[in-house]
């Protein structure tokens, strides 16, 4: 039962905060954010190019940092690209063409250093999905040891369509909720307009069916029924038109197709960051 338990709240433990990895990118602890990256590709529920945009970003910058010399590293960007590109999903050709601009500026880079990737090693079912396993050393192109042909990871081919954030949802909700709220609010106020005219009314007809004047009480409830008859009224027109309005924008907000995600990062280098897309 104890197993059970652990199991679920396993199963159901958000992925990592993709901020996390990004203050650890910028702040220059790639190692960190290499590893928040490759647990947040690896959680059930994330849009996997996404999630491997930024484990690629990690990727090139050890590489980078290293004064490339560390080319394992670029070789398992390179594979991480080419795989996406031959079976991922994409949620618009414009994400598929930017991934298609990384595996070619890879693969320049590999060119540029003289070396090959050899063949990574055959994904496993226990491996992570959407984590590319480790590669072995590159193989340079004079090397008598190379080995012919560089074949691809195993590519997240059940990657799912683009999701809405949780945290969308959840303030969509919140907005129409409270829209829903406020014209419930105006139901209200034409429920206490409508008592306050009856109220005009009946006072009204007493007096003229006994043909008399108003009585001072009579005068005093008419003038009070009077002013929360004007009151109300102005009240229900403003929780309507609000409430109209945030139920709409609620479901609006909720119902939005998702958008492709910003390939904008912001990384640490020298003595100032680089923005880079």
């Not at 043909?211 to 003038?223: G, V, Y």
């Not at 038109?241 to 709409?248: E, I, P, Q, T, Y």
Request: charged share 25%; net charge negative; proline share 8%.
């Amino acid at each position: 039962m104890f197993l059970r338990c652990v199991l679920v709240l396993t199963i159901l433990a958000p992925p990592p905060s993709e901020a996390d990895a990004i203050a650890a990118y910028n702040r220059g602890d790639l190692d960190l954010a290499l590893k928040l990256y490759r647990e947040r590709a690896a959680s059930p529920g994330v849009y996997l190019p996404d999630a491997l945009y930024g484990v690629h970003d990690a990727l090139r910058a050890l590489y980078d940092r290293s004064e490339r010399k560390d080319l394992a590293r670029l070789c398992e960007a390179h594979e991480l690209a080419r795989g996406l590109v031959a079976g991922g999903k994409f949620a618009s050709e414009a994400e598929r063409a930017a991934w298609v601009e990384q595996e070619a500026a890879d693969a320049k880079l590999l060119s540029e250093a003289s070396a090959t990737c050899p063949e990574p090693a055959s994904a496993t079912d226990d491996a992570p999905r959407g984590v590319t396993p480790e590669l072995p050393a590159p193989v340079p192109k004079d090397s008598p040891a190379r080995t012919e042909g560089s074949g691809s990871p195993t590519a997240p081919k059940d990657s799912p369509e683009p999701w809405r954030p949780r945290g969308r949802v959840v303030g969509g909700s919140v907005v129409a909720a409270a829209g829903g709220v406020m014209l419930g609010g105006m139901a209200i106020a034409l429920a206490g307009r409508s008592n306050a005219n009856d109220t005009i009314a009946s006072i009204t007809a007493a007096a003229r069916t006994e043909d008399r004047d108003f009585t001072p009480d009579e005068e005093a409830d008419a003038r009070e029924a009077d002013r929360r008859f004007g009151q109300l009224g102005g009240v229900a027109v403003v929780l309507g038109v609000a409430g109209f309005v945030s139920l709409v924008t609620g479901l609006a907000v909720i119902l939005a197709p998702p958008r492709d995600a910003s390939r904008a990062r912001v990384r640490a280098q020298g003595a100032g960051f680089v923005y880079s897309f």
